[in-house]
């Protein structure tokens, strides 16, 4: 895993922030909520306070409050939130409504509900009954010959007296309440009353009636009675709410009061609903602001909607809800209870608000820190890449060639680099002193050894006993042969100065291998040489002087591990711009794969037992000289392995 | 007798050669630094002077010296005995006017060859008529008498050791000669590297006169050889 990853997946740590965040702003809704839910349970018993004892209030009349338990008979009028289109159909009315009343008879069953809108009071009538009659056509509607089907309303007036009409009809359509009124000789009329019009409508086994009364007609009590004839003029089966011999109203109608939803609409909020619920629940008023907005939703930004879509549960509540209970004056009795219900848009948009915040505060800190890190990171590799290549390619053969790198930086690179530098100094000045110390140190042994050689010359003019001269002769030779190795030590340091004073001229190298070939011959007259060179001159750039050099220690060489009679083969042919030189010689392989070392400096792999002293040097000068021509030196195995093949690349600009 | 003035800073090396040549009948004045030669040779110049390079405190106090006495005369004859073996060293003694550059590792009886060799140089131009004899190839005209070389007519400035170098090659045009031959030829002994320095200048010499002068040709592992 490299640096810059490690550093990355570091950064990325730092998301935990947004996390906390978001787990904070979970909290602080939550706090907000409950405080919410308390503010607003406040209200609730401000507004239940507000409303004790008034029953006036909550009732149209005063009396029809404390109804903890309404009686069968009675009806709770339920507020509709537009008038009923008299039209025989119910689609205007809650359905389910709690507040139904159902009465049966056999196969028969009225249902009755009651409604209020503004200042007037709505019954909705549905009649079950297998055989729906009509009132004969055209007939006077009190005469029983012609009765059918036939709904009586009563209710008591304001003033507590009793009034009856009923609803009779020849055909669907609108119909209207009419009252029989008895005159002058008992003559018995039916008076339409226009106040109480409604609807008749046929439905699926039997029919449906609405009515609208006028309010003020009304006092505390209504009942309605169905009577159900099998045929015009029968006797009828009568089921309902009203006593049927004297159609006296059993059931109170209890209504809320009109004034009721004036006052809770000044408490009224977007976001909000108030219902006020009488004692047997029954919803007296409610006004419903729940759905309005509070916040537009373009308000709200795209980022936070997107934190909305990312951060929502399921079981979020949507709502927050507050109850209170409405009691008397005396505090004993129920009246009610207050209803609240919330969105909880508001906290909800409170904390998208802070969330918002916190994310993108959080999100924009983590995406700086990671690229601040990564940046970091990137820009370390590349110190340590730089610090890697320096210290690969700082020292070379000519010796610490590169500044090293950030050995200026202040922090622990620098220090590495430092150290590194100073290491690949010391080690620089230590190659230095052992590439010159070969060369040194023949320099310093050649004046002791001055002193013994010219002793011993002078030694021979004096006249010796025979015995000492046996010693003169091998301190001679010991003196020779430490000569020997001291011009070897020196080799290369001569050959290295002599490439620096090298002058270049343009020659033939053909002539000039020709004509060496023919002193290794007679230099080496126990080897013989065969050459192999091109038919033309080749003209090479470079110092002859130096590749004579070259060439007699890449035959030393040869000579030295070739056996006596052996034939030697100097080769030379021009390859893709370069001039090549081969020597070939039988004898033992090149062993294993130390082939490139052969050409560095103080590296042999002689068998033991020569007593000419040898330092590795020749190859190195043959790869001084081939790279002081642009060139290279290679050796490899002949390919049946009768011997090993030196060759030297020479850049051939001709 | 020819007196040799010896300035090493070796005593034992100084002390050695120093009884080398007095044993050849030379008379020899030793001195370990260059202040105390400067003083001796200033009094009485001495026929030839056998200098090491490094001379105790002063590293290249051998070429101070050099410079020094061949300003006081053009002729005395001075070779430079060193433990240093490098070729610039070597080129920059024979350009400061040495007349040789001997290396350490030479023996005695061999440097005592170089000395007489020298000395008998010195002998044969003081009598000029014994070589006396005139060589022409071509455009290039060998004046033994006057010890002169000219080219194309042109008077090519060359020291004694040269002449003799380019004498021996002219006078067999074609012929190989080896550096041992160069050497007998020439009256000295000297070593490979130097006889290689020594035909480098000839031929820049000659070049200075001539940019496309290519009369001596290297004939690789063996020797030299002049062509017309």
């Known amino acids: 895993m490299s640096l810059r990853l490690k550093l990355l997946l570091l950064g990325l740590a730092t998301l935990v922030l947004p996390y906390g965040g978001f787990e904070y702003a979970r909290e602080m809704e939550a706090a907000l909520r409950d405080g919410e839910q308390q503010s607003l349970q406040a209200i609730a018993q401000t507004l239940a306070a507000s409303l004790q004892g008034r029953s006036d209030l909550l009732y149209r009349l005063p009396t029809d409050a404390g109804l903890a338990a309404p009686g069968p008979d009675d009806l709770q009028a339920v507020p509709l939130l537009a008038a009923p289109f008299l039209d025989g159909y119910a689609d205007e009315w809650p359905r389910n409504s709690p507040f139904r009343r159902v009465f049966s008879d056999g196969p028969h069953q009225l249902t009755l509900l009651a409604g209020v809108h503004e200042r007037m009071a709505y019954l909705l009538i549905e009649v079950r009954d297998p055989h729906v009659v009509f009132d004969a056509p055209g007939v006077d509607v009190l005469d029983p010959a012609a009765f059918g089907d036939r709904i009586w309303i009563a209710f008591t007036d304001e003033s507590g007296t009793q009034h009856q009409y009923f609803v009779a009809t020849a055909g669907p359509g609108p119909v209207r309440a009419r009252r029989t009124e008895t005159q002058d000789l008992g003559r018995q009329v039916a008076i339409e009353e226009p106040r109480i019009v409604g609807g008749w409508q046929l439905m699926s086994g039997g029919y449906r009636v609405e009515l609208r009364i006028p309010l003020a007609m009304l006092g505390a009590r209504l009942g309605v009675l169905v009577d159900e004839r099998e045929r015009r003029g029968a006797d009828p089966k009568s089921f309902g709410t009203l006593d049927h011999d004297t159609l006296a109203p059993a059931g109170k109608l209890l209504i809320p009061s009109p004034e009721l939803t004036n006052y809770l609409s000044q408490f009224i909020q977007p976001g909000l609903r108030l219902t006020v619920l009488g004692a047997d629940r029954a919803v007296l008023s409610e006004v419903d602001a729940l759905s309005v907005a509070t916040v537009s939703s373009a308000e709200r930004g795209v980022l936070a909607q997107l934190y909305r879509r990312l951060l929502e549960r399921p079981d979020d509540v949507k709502v927050v809800a507050a109850q209170a209970t409405i009691t008397g004056i005396d505090r004993k009795q129920l009246l009610g209870s207050v209803q609240i219900v919330e969105t909880a848009e508001r906290s909800l948009t409170l904390r998208d608000k802070a969330l918002t915040q916190l994310l993108n505060f959080t999100l924009l800190t983590s995406a700086v820190a990671v690229t601040l890190m990564f940046a970091f990171a990137a820009w370390l590799a590349v110190r340590l890449a730089r610090l890697r290549r320096a210290s690969e390619s700082a020292l070379t053969r000519e010796g610490l060639v590169t500044d090293f790198p950030e050995t200026g930086a202040p922090d622990e690179l620098g220090d590495v680099a430092r150290s590194f530098s100073m290491l690949l100094g010391r080690l620089n000045e230590y190659t230095g002193y052992l590439r010159t110390l070969a060369g040194k140190l023949a320099h310093e042994i050649r004046t002791p050894l001055t002193i013994v050689r010219s002793s011993l010359d002078n030694l021979e003019s004096e006249s010796v006993t025979p015995s000492a001269r046996t010693y003169l002769d091998r301190a001679r030779v010991g003196s020779e042969r430490l000569n020997a190795i001291l011009v070897a030590m020196g080799a290369a340091t001569r050959v290295e100065e002599a490439i620096q004073g090298a002058e270049r001229s343009r020659f033939d190298l053909r002539a000039l291998m020709d004509s060496a070939a023919g002193a290794y011959r007679t230099g080496f007259p126990q080897r013989h040489f065969a050459t192999d060179l091109p038919e033309g001159p080749l003209m090479i750039e470079g110092a002859p002087d130096l590749i004579v050099q070259m060439l007699d220690k890449l035959i030393d060489n040869a000579v030295d591990f070739s056996p006596d009679q052996a034939t030697i083969t100097l080769r030379l042919h021009a390859a893709q711009g370069q001039a090549v030189i081969e020597v070939d010689n039988p004898g033992p392989a090149l062993a294993g794969e130390g082939h490139g070392h052969l050409f560095e400096s103080l590296w042999q792999s002689r068998a033991d037992g020569d007593s000419r002293p040898h330092f590795g040097l020749g190859l190195y000068i043959v790869r001084l000289i081939a790279e002081f021509h642009g060139g290279r030196a290679e050796a490899a195995n002949l390919p049946d392995r009768s011997g090993a093949r030196f060759r030297v690349l020479l850049s051939n600009p001709g | ?228």
């Open chain 2, 1 to 228: 007798m020819k007196l040799i003035a010896i300035i090493e800073d070796e005593p034992a090396i100084r002390d050695n050669y120093a009884a080398a040549f007095r044993r050849e009948g030379y008379e020899v004045r030793t001195f370990g630094n260059r202040k105390l030669a400067m003083t001796a040779c200033a009094a009485r110049l001495p026929d030839l002077a056998v200098i090491d390079i490094s001379l105790e405190d002063e590293p290249e106090g051998g070429f101070e010296l050099c410079r020094a006495l061949r300003s006081m005369s053009a002729e005395l004859p001075i070779i430079f005995l060193t433990a240093r073996d490098s070729e610039l060293d070597a080129v920059s003694g024979l350009r400061l006017g040495a007349d040789d550059f001997l290396t350490k590792d030479l023996s005695i009886p061999h440097l005592i060859a170089r000395v007489n060799a020298l000395f008998r140089r010195i002998e044969a131009l003081r009598k000029p008529q014994t070589t006396g004899q005139t060589v022409q190839r071509g455009p290039l005209l060998l004046d033994g008498e006057r010890m002169q070389v000219q080219w194309e007519g042109q008077v090519v400035l060359l020291s004694l050791t040269e002449f003799w170098i380019v004498h021996a090659l002219a006078r067999h045009p074609g012929h190989v000669r080896n550096r041992q031959q160069l050497m007998d030829a020439a009256n000295v002994v000297l070593d490979d590297n130097t006889i290689t320095s020594h035909v480098k200048r000839i031929r820049r010499k000659f070049q200075q006169l001539d940019p496309k002068f290519d009369a001596i040709q290297t004939v690789y592992g063996m020797g030299y050889r002049w062509v017309e």
